[in-house]
């Protein structure tokens, strides 16, 4: 009954790889987002969809792409990993302008890119 | 561009005491403004919801403010337990920017017991 879930909870991999982090939501929420949490613990929106189409995309390298199939899913994909993409990154869900509006997160993917 | 600030960045008390963590924001036109609580290596978790239009909320021993106005917002924690110890973070949902949530630095507190 996780109300935001995503996988992996962990992910080592070396650098130039390409890897993928999935999330899903079960509230019912229109939009989904990325969050990135750098080493200093700061949060930063990556990327937010709504109802599947793309609404924010913040500066990020174009290695990382996100992907929404349908508005219960927002995956990550990011392509030639780089050491400075190591970070915990967070899916999260909200309803974009119904109230009540809160955000709901998920338990975060911690990457370590070696 | 909406900034949020989080003061003080880090809070010892000794168990018992009341907590008293502040948040400023520079754009008053937001959605709402929501507090979380982050433990070490974990996720975030919902602590208090406050709309623009209310004035505050409160569940158990948290108490939120919020003035909207002055681009303020106050957690208060009563009667502070070592469980507690964690880092708070408040948040601010736009208006503008996609409704995006904007997020301050933190407050990193211990409760000593």
């Known amino acids: 009954d996780t109300a935001v879930s995503q996988t992996p909870k962990y992910l080592v991999t070396q650098m130039g790889n390409d890897k993928s982090i999935k999330c899903e939501q079960n509230?019912?929420?229109?939009?989904m987002y990325w969050y990135k949490q750098d080493s200093k613990k700061f949060l930063k929106i990556m990327f937010s969809y709504n109802n599947k189409e793309l609404i924010i995309n913040e500066t990020v390298p174009n290695r990382f792409s996100p992907k929404s199939p349908d508005k219960a899913h927002l995956n990550l994909h990011i392509n030639s990993l780089e050491l400075g993409d190591s970070a915990v990154y967070f899916c999260?869900?909200?309803?974009?302008?119904?109230?009540?509006?809160?955000?709901?997160f998920g338990s975060g993917t911690r990457l370590t890119v070696v | 561009k909406q900034e949020v600030t989080q003061i003080p960045a880090a809070l010892s008390v000794p168990e018992g005491e009341n907590l008293v963590l502040n948040c400023s924001f520079t754009?008053?036109?937001?959605?709402?403004l929501q507090w979380f609580r982050q433990d070490p290596g974990k996720g975030l978790t919902s602590l208090l919801l406050?709309?623009?239009?209310?004035r505050e909320q409160t569940s158990g021993r948290l108490n939120a403010s919020l003035d909207k106005s002055s681009g303020r917002s106050t957690l208060y924690i009563a009667a502070s337990q070592p469980g507690d110890s964690a880092t708070y973070l408040c948040?601010?949902?736009?208006?503008?920017?996609?409704?995006?949530?904007?997020f301050g630095g933190g407050t990193r507190v211990l409760v000593k017991p």
């Open positions: 999260a869900s909200s309803n974009r302008d119904r109230a009540p509006g809160g955000y709901t």
């Open positions: 406050i709309q623009s239009s209310q």
């Open positions: 754009d008053s036109a937001i959605y709402n």
């Open positions: 948040a601010v949902k736009d208006k503008a920017a996609g409704n995006k949530l904007t």
């Open positions: 509230l019912g929420h229109d939009t």
